[in-house]
């Protein structure tokens, strides 16, 4: 028998290692924590008891998991992603649960078992998942962002799931009264709490804060989550949906990034000790037994949940190729699915037997999802012949313009930088075309006559046909130092001699992408926008004191040539809370209200709205907007406003409401 401290320091000792061993393989750490917890548990060496003491542990780290995701709980966020949200989210979640409680009822197994496996099959990982994304520069991709909004609503869907499992436990009446009695508990607390928490959670923060004690800080974020996991917890709910609540009223508080770095450390060391808590559940005698069986439920629920994501991605109108690409992102199981398999195993509403083959299951569909998310892509085109086609597409289109420009520049990434810097380009007369990976920018902005394309810049197949052979230099705007990265290799492999100029939003990364080829770092800092432009017109040979004449007409004139730029899918989020102004291309058809109407007529400044040029089709020079000018179809009027007057106007153009 080891004392207390021999425990601690072998628990120490094999988490660093473990940990460690499988950063560098490139694997979830949480599955370390799992690895340890299976070595060290009762069904293995021994070394950890499977005590009560250990079990009430764990409940803290599914306590701070709850109280993290409602601090992301943002409603402004999730309104401005409600259709992927709420539509193919729901969908999937419905969906999958509901074939799942099928199956498991018609393999014989009790309803609530049934229910609790279907829930804990449901959810995918949003560790691995966001990790993977980021890491391969593809959060803003049309998969990537599919799967964040579905991952979005496995958080809220796990909710009532947790409402649901403590019922069940303490009664057998019928499911659905068990569930709408539940529910109707967590609304009350939850009206109470929004009606008079808000307010006081404000109050006591900033009173805590102004003693200026960082303890005193941590202490009190503690004790408000552990007190509103205990109301809970008393009115028969779990703990999770108390710290869940903590968290979302916390995120109303202006404290909110203060408290999430303040606990970030101390929640992922909880994190880890319940992992290991879930590792030291795995029997793996159990295990060895059920092996062939456990690989084919593994396999089955990944193939089954990639296909439903897919078949949903294709009835909203997304390619093939996107949905195969969201399926096989978010086919494995999930950190929610161990919390609902330990809540549902404390709750005894999950038979022994079923547990292990679930959990065994949902463990090896996290080891396998690492893998399966780096081929996703090759995956998608080797299944969909369109996907390889529209990709081909994509690359016909972007050499259709290459192929006509000759010491031009390529523009990666057309955000507010880099339009701002096109539109110098379109002053000094200097050919471009820029790539972006957003559509809903692409398209907006392409439709107001700029120079851009849809495509992943750091292909080395998008840059031969954007012309980056006869190319006088190439810019890289992204504000994300990945992207760039991604951008830079493919450009020192290949392309050794063309002048790089980069934008980056601090120094913090200057001298890694220099080392990487760039010719210049210009760091977006009070006037990056402006200090990126002189370089880049510098660059291209523009005399030296031109460059500071414009630079400063441009000051003068109170930067109003950068009034407003095309916003994407990726810009929503940022502005739902803030509305900033924005360009829009609206298209004038036969069937416009306005059709025939000369410009004098719209009510732009009645709607707050300003016309800033105004294109026609074959025509490439912008048009200055005169009151004279009568309107026809294909016309394309190119304005600037807040979004919610942009819609206003668009409105009033198609039916004159």
Aim: contains cysteine; glycine residues 8%; neutral net charge.
């Amino acid at each position: 028998m080891f004392d207390s401290l021999p425990l601690v320091l072998i628990l120490l000792v094999s988490s660093v290692l473990l940990v460690g061993l499988f950063r560098y393989l490139k694997l979830p750490a949480m599955i370390a924590y799992f690895v340890v917890g299976l070595i060290l548990g009762p069904h293995l060496i021994g070394v950890l008891p499977d005590s009560e003491s250990s079990r009430h542990v764990a409940e803290f780290g599914i306590v701070f998991l709850m109280f993290s995701i409602g601090l992301e709980f943002s409603l402004p966020k999730l309104y401005s992603m409600r259709r992927i949200l709420f539509g193919l989210g729901g969908a999937q979640v419905l969906i999958t649960l509901f074939a799942s409680i099928s199956l498991a009822w018609w393999l014989g197994l009790h309803l609530t078992s049934a229910f609790v496996i279907g829930s804990a099959i449901t959810m995918s990982s949003t560790a691995i998942v966001s990790k993977i994304l980021m890491e391969r520069v593809d959060l803003n991709s049309r998969h990537g962002r599919l799967a964040i909004g579905i991952l979005l609503f496995q958080d809220i869907a796990v909710i009532p799931i947790l409402i649901l499992i403590p019922a069940l436990g303490a009664s057998s009446g019928d499911i659905g009264t068990i569930f709408v009695m539940a529910l109707l508990k967590a609304i009350f607390l939850l009206s109470i709490l929004f009606k008079f928490g808000r307010p006081l959670m404000n109050s006591w923060f900033a009173l805590v804060a102004n003693q200026r004690s960082r303890e005193l800080f941590i202490l009190n974020v503690l004790m408000i989550t552990l007190l509103f996991s205990f109301a809970t917890k008393m009115a028969g709910l779990s703990f999770g949906i108390g710290a869940f609540m903590a968290g979302m009223l916390i995120s109303e508080t202006r404290y909110r990034y203060q408290v999430e770095s303040d606990i970030a450390a101390f929640r992922d060391i909880l994190l880890g000790l319940f992992f290991i808590s879930i590792g030291m559940l795995l029997n793996l005698h159990q295990v060895a037994s059920n092996i062939g069986f456990i690989i084919l439920v593994t396999l089955g629920f990944i193939l089954f949940k990639a296909f439903v994501i897919m078949a949903l991605a294709r009835l909203f109108n997304y390619e093939i190729g996107v949905g195969i690409r969201t399926g096989l992102i978010l086919a494995q199981a999930g950190e929610f699915s161990f919390v609902i398999l330990a809540l549902a195993r404390e709750e005894h509403v999950i038979g022994a037997h079923a547990f292990q083959i679930i959990l065994a299951a949902s463990l090896l569909s996290m080891i396998l999802a690492p893998f399966i998310i780096q081929y996703n892509g090759r995956i998608a085109r080797y299944l969909s012949k369109s996907y390889n086609r529209n990709s081909s597409d994509t690359v016909e289109a972007i050499q259709s313009i290459g192929r006509t420009l000759k010491d031009h520049v390529i523009l990666c990434g057309y955000g507010r930088s880099g339009q701002y810097l096109g539109r110098f380009l379109k002053e000094e007369n200097i050919p471009f075309i820029a790539i972006d990976i957003d559509p809903t920018r692409v398209s907006d902005a392409s439709a107001g006559g700029e120079h851009v394309m849809y495509g992943d810049a750091s292909r080395r197949v998008v840059l031969d046909a954007a012309g980056i052979k006869t190319a006088k230099a190439l810019v890289i705007s992204y504000a994300d130092f990945r992207a760039t990265m991604k951008v830079l290799h493919v450009i020192q492999d290949t392309y050794k001699n063309i002048p790089v100029i980069v934008r980056t939003l601090d120094d913090t990364h200057m001298d890694e992408i220099r080392n990487a080829g760039a010719s210049e770092v210009v760091p977006e800092i009070l006037e990056g926008s402006l200090m990126l432009a002189s370089h880049a017109l510098v660059v291209l040979g523009v005399p030296l004191n031109r460059v500071v004449k414009r630079i400063r007409s441009f000051r003068e004139e109170r930067y109003k040539m950068f009034r407003g730029y095309f916003a994407g899918i990726s810009d929503a989020e940022a502005e739902v809370t803030e509305p900033q102004l924005r360009l829009h291309a609206i298209e004038i058809t036969k069937e416009s209200h306005i059709h025939s109407w000369k410009l004098n007529q719209i009510p732009f400044a009645m709607l707050n709205v300003e016309l800033k040029y105004l294109r026609r089709p074959n025509m490439l020079e912008d048009i200055e907007p005169r009151d004279d000018i009568v309107l026809s179809s294909g016309d394309v009027l190119v304005v600037l406003g807040v979004p919610n007057k942009l819609n206003a106007l668009e409105k009033y153009v198609l039916t004159g409401k």
